[in-house]
């Protein structure tokens, strides 16, 4: 199916309505969102004299809707300017537009008879073959469709978005009974490449895959939480970022999205699912009654599981509510035995095996969770699937785990697995035991790079359909390995690229990871053709080992401190004047020394989801690893005649001096960090390498020359020296920032003014480079700058002293 989504209808602008119509926005689709005409004017419009013929009354649920929306953080939309892709209007003037657009997509509320009123109103202006699908996340599909023509019913389907539909992945296809296979073969595809997203074609049964699994899950730890008299806050640490899924963990998580929501989906499951073996499991503990009558859905209403009150001193306090006498009290420390072994285990896949061996009560609560979840995931399949990937992929990408049921498993080991089930009282579907008879022990393998798994039907490994378009490094690193250190892997991607793959806590750039990169660029220029910096980990880099550093300076090691930064700006010097393309491929938190890696590439592709900046600040001393020199050679290379020069200087100076982190890839290019016209942004994550390995094999087929090294950089000297001093001097005086702040901020303005040369003067980087290492190491003499450091390594927040 060839078609060309230029413009989509949003139906329904609530929160999810006003979310989906911004991620098209996000990705450059011209977007029409519509909404109902409001049947009675508000006081601020009965102010005004307005009527309910005026626009803008009947357009203001729409234009409310979507500011909000806009309003909101996280943000919805990658950049501000990205809403002007939207066109608002209302159910009565504009539904005729609906037949100039390619897709349109209803998000009203959940009611049959309100969603098959307005499919009846959009049929009378949809032109033939336009896609029209349902956001709908528990309706059966087949129920909306009765009634509408053949071709309606044909292009007709369900494309469930997970909110926020920005931020989770999961994007469920759920077909209708006619609806032509080239149509889910063509959203599958839109989903993956341009929307970003996980697509997973799901059945037409009760909750799809993700809200069946995820609410399952959620169920099974109400219904624990009493049996072990767990609490709140005990739920929360042992659901959270220790097994691999979001802080928000599962209390909190409920919280954010609405217990209403939880209740509508979990009864709909509860009366639509009379069969399922744990039937019983959907109905909800008497704590969940009690919330719901009480309306204590979450952050919506003020209070949930967790509620913020304002305390005596004048602060506020998170207060958890007690599920034995359903009343708030402070909150309490959460502490296991358990995860206190799992915390030199960095890779969570590996701690599975760990917390289910443990002789505690997180110990027990593991064994009992895992075995109900594992049995309950056998049993789904052929039901909701007919391939137990997409189970995986659908808790992965809807609910953020870092790892799918069966991954889990495979980890635990398939017959500890069973064990767990059998301890529950439990039994696992009998195709589990043909596999195992059948000599299968694990639901995944991998083979020649690619991933294969258990496909119950053919009873065999099939290979995981789509991976064509992915490089997945935990697929080929074994194989593929060409150099390892305690800091980095280097893979071979084929075709005459490598990878440098941080492999260090948080991905934290010390001496090995910079002896790493050299050697990448060692093996790349005498073998290869070209280098890539990536890694599928949560975030890129973190920065500097700042521990490393506060040691150093402690210990008033200053010629080592000299020679190891002066080690990292060499490495950075590198990856822009080597004989090979150089290509960063930042994803999520790309923070300080990760992002001077980045400025140093021939080319950044960067994840969407990127929130990149120099962050050095918060700790006390300026960019030293190159992103001070970087930031006054973009200034100089900005410079166009007639400028006010110091003003377009003061910009980049301000990226640095207010430690500014773009929320998303295209506002990096607002801040100087990325460069139109040579660094792209891809939306879908997964692709990220592959992509950053194409660029790199397309600049070296061109002909990639080795540049020569800048000695044109022009600095401003004394002139914007000046500028610089007067306003630090007056923003302290003004009490905006404190006198560290100041001397913070002095030092870097002598580094991007050039030094108090006495007129505007051509320099070379490797002197603005001596320059930014000789500030940043008189900073870390400073007791002020090493508490800053102590206070960041302790809490992982920024002390202002």
Known sequence: MNKH?????????????????????????????????????????????????????????????????????????????????ITTGNLEDDISKVGQVDWIIEVVVERLDIKKQVFENLEKHRKPGTLITSNTSGIPIH????????????????????????????????????????????????????????????????????????????????????????????????????????????????????????????????????????????KLPEFINT????????????????????????????????LNTMEYRSKKSAKFATLELTKTVDKVIDRFKILVGGKDKAGEFYRKSFGVLFAYVTHRIPEISDELYK???????????????FQIWDAIGLDKGLELIS??????????????????????????????????????????????????????????????????????????????????????IGGDVLAGLNKGIDLAEKDFQGLVVGNQAANFSVGANIGMIFMMAVEQEYDELNMAVKMFQDTMMRMRYSAIPTVAAPHGMCLGGGCELSLHADKVVAAAETYIGLVEFGVGVIPGGGGSKEMALRASDTFRKNDVELNVLQEYFLTIGMAKVSTSAYEAYDLGILQKGKDVVVVNKDRQIATAKAYAKLMAEAGYTQPIRRTDVKVLGKQALGMFLVGTDSMEAGHYISEHDKKIADKL?????????????????????????????????????LERIQHMLKTGKPLRN
């Open 5 to 85: 989504i230029k413009k989509v209808a949003v139906i329904g602008s609530g929160i999810m309505g006003s979310g989906i119509a911004c991620h098209f926005a996000n990705i450059g689709v011209e977007v029409l969102l519509l909404d109902i005409v409001p049947r009675e004017l508000n006081e601020k419009e009965k102010a005004k004299g307005l009527t309910l013929k005026d626009k803008v009354v009947r357009n203001r649920l729409v234009n409310d809707s979507l500011a909000s929306a806009l309003k909101s953080k996280p943000s919805p939309i990658y950049h501000k300017d990205f809403a002007n892709r």
């Open 143 to 282: 129920f909306m469709s009765e009634g509408r023509s053949e071709d309606f019913q044909q292009h007709f389907c369900g494309t469930h978005f997970f909110n926020p539909a920005r931020y989770l992945k999961l994007f469920e296809i759920i077909p209708g009974p006619k609806t032509k296979p080239e149509v889910l073969e063509f959203l599958n595809g839109y989903g993956e490449q341009f929307l970003g997203k996980t697509s997973v074609v799901a059945k037409d049964t009760p909750a799809f895959i993700g809200n069946r699994i995820g609410i399952f899950s959620i169920m099974s730890l109400f219904h624990a939480v009493k049996e072990l008299d767990l609490t709140v806050e005990e739920v929360d640490k042992l659901t959270g970022p220790v097994i691999g899924r979001p802080k928000s963990a599962t209390f909190r998580t409920v919280d954010v999205v609405g217990l209403d929501t939880l209740v509508h989906v979990a009864n709909g499951i509860h009366e639509n699912c009379p069969k399922d073996e744990r039937h019983e499991l959907f």
């Open 291 to 322: 919330m719901a009558e009480n309306k204590w859905y979450g952050s919506k209403s003020g209070q949930g599981f967790y509620k913020k009150v304002n305390n005596p001193k004048g602060g506020s306090e998170i207060l958890t509510l007690d």
């Open 391 to 405: 189970i995986d992929d659908a808790m992965k990408a809807g609910f953020g785990w870092e790892h799918g049921p």
């Open 423 to 508: 301890a529950e009282g439990q039994k696992a579907a009998a195709w589990v035991d043909e596999m195992k008879s059948a000599g299968i022990n694990s639901f995944y393998s991998v083979k020649d790079g690619a991933t294969y798994y258990y496909d119950v039907q053919k009873k065999e490994m099939v290979k995981v359909p789509g991976q064509d378009a992915f490089i997945i490094l935990d697929n080929i690193r074994k194989t593929k390995e060409v150099f390892r250190n305690s800091g980095v892997v280097i893979e071979d991607l084929g075709d005459g690229i490598l990878n440098v793959e941080f492999q260090s806590k948080m991905n934290t």
């Open 749 to 785: 303005a002598y580094v991007m003014a050039g030094g108090d040369l006495s007129e505007t003067s051509y320099v070379s980087e490797q002197y603005l480079l001596d320059l930014e290492r000789e500030a940043f190491l008189s900073l870390c003499t400073e007791r002020k700058t």
